[in-house]
């Protein structure tokens, strides 16, 4: 996992807790039901703007931001959009030999 935080806190439980603004996550064949429902679900409701969720086996990335969905390929370039002028490329990253 990957994340950004921009200096916003909440208190749960008089714990300061981060609140994101994006998460990156690599899914393993064993959390592919829990990164796409469950914690995609549970960040977007805490307030994170932009959540990635990678499947290597897929060679995808799907974007959820702004209440869209978006699936991309490794060879597509994917803008960051929670920054103005960054997009990411994965074709030539190696996350895992499978």
Do not use: H, Q, R
């Not at 914690?39 to 932009?50: A, C, D, P």
């Not at 969720?53 to 370039?77: A, M, R």
Request: charged fraction near 30%; proline fraction near 1%.
């Amino acid at each position: 996992m990957f994340a950004v935080c921009n200096n916003k806190f909440e208190l749960v439980n008089n714990n300061i807790v981060a609140i994101f603004d994006f998460i990156c996550e690599i899914v393993s064949p064993s959390s592919i039901k829990m990164d796409n429902e469950i914690k995609k679900e549970f960040y977007l409701s805490k307030g994170v703007k932009e959540y990635w969720i990678v499947n290597y086996l897929e060679k995808s990335v799907t974007v959820c931001f702004e209440g869209k969905e978006i699936k991309y390929s490794f060879e597509d370039d994917i803008n960051v959009n929670i920054f103005d002028d960054l997009s990411i490329c994965l074709k030539d990253v190696k996350l895992f030999e499978v």
